[in-house]
């Protein structure tokens, strides 16, 4: 059974460009979880989406960042007209359901803005 | 804001156990505790949860008082590789996302 599968692993953007982040989502599971870490920081939560469905988007910027996590296939993170600002590590996790039940983290992508 | 309250470091003699506490004075009846570590820049790693009683796996045991306001993980026989920073996660059973707070930073020494 693979793990959660992020790629790509590395993505250099010019600023204004837009990045794009597949996160693939364990086997079985149907929620996914986006987090943001910032050089020298801690794990930031950004949001959180079901199958076709935001649920809880309180971490996203207002501006520029958008996910989705369609029927098919990955769920993607989006980042329109990055700035350098934007260069972090991006987690993604999944987890199977509700309940009690523990999330399992991708290996992230390391954005850097240039 | 991550509800719960952890040392930011701590240091481990290689092979003796190691115990990480973690303090959740606000934590509710139907929220778990959560512990999950960060090796240098990896993606966090699950470690174990629980609730109410003391649980054990392959990799740590978690001690969870009996009024549930703090708890302990224990990594029995740390190893140089156990060096990470370790999290402790309060959040409720349904779906919750997990708040990271600061972590305890660990470092196993030889």
């Known amino acids: 059974n693979a793990g959660v599968m992020q790629n790509p692993r590395h993505l250099v953007r010019r600023r204004g460009q837009e990045a794009r982040l597949r996160c693939s989502p364990m086997k079985g599971h149907s929620h996914v979880y986006w987090y943001r870490q910032l050089p020298e920081e801690g794990l930031k939560f950004m949001v959180y989406?079901?199958?076709?469905?935001?649920?809880?988007e309180s971490g996203m910027p207002k501006e520029r960042f958008s996910a989705e996590f369609p029927k098919e296939g990955p769920s993607i993170l989006r980042i329109q007209q990055v700035v350098r600002g934007d260069s972090a590590a991006y987690f993604c996790?999944?987890?199977?359901?509700?309940?009690?039940?523990?999330?399992?983290f991708g290996q992230g992508t390391r954005l850097t803005v240039v | 804001d991550a509800k719960t309250t952890q040392p930011p470091s701590m240091d481990c003699a290689e092979g003796r156990a190691a115990n990480l506490p973690c303090n959740h004075s606000t934590i509710s009846g139907n929220e778990y505790v959560y512990w999950y570590r960060q090796i240098h820049s990896q993606g966090p790693q699950y470690i174990i949860h629980g609730l109410k009683n003391n649980e054990t796996n392959e990799m740590a045991s978690l001690i969870i008082t009996e009024d549930r306001k703090s708890s302990t993980l224990i990594l029995p026989h740390a190893t140089l590789r156990d060096t990470a920073v370790y999290y402790c996660i309060v959040i409720y059973n349904q779906g919750g996302k997990l708040i990271f707070g600061q972590g305890t930073e660990l470092s196993v020494k030889p």
């Open positions: 989406l079901q199958k076709e469905n935001i649920i809880d």
């Open positions: 996790a999944s987890r199977q359901g509700q309940g009690a039940t523990e999330a399992f």
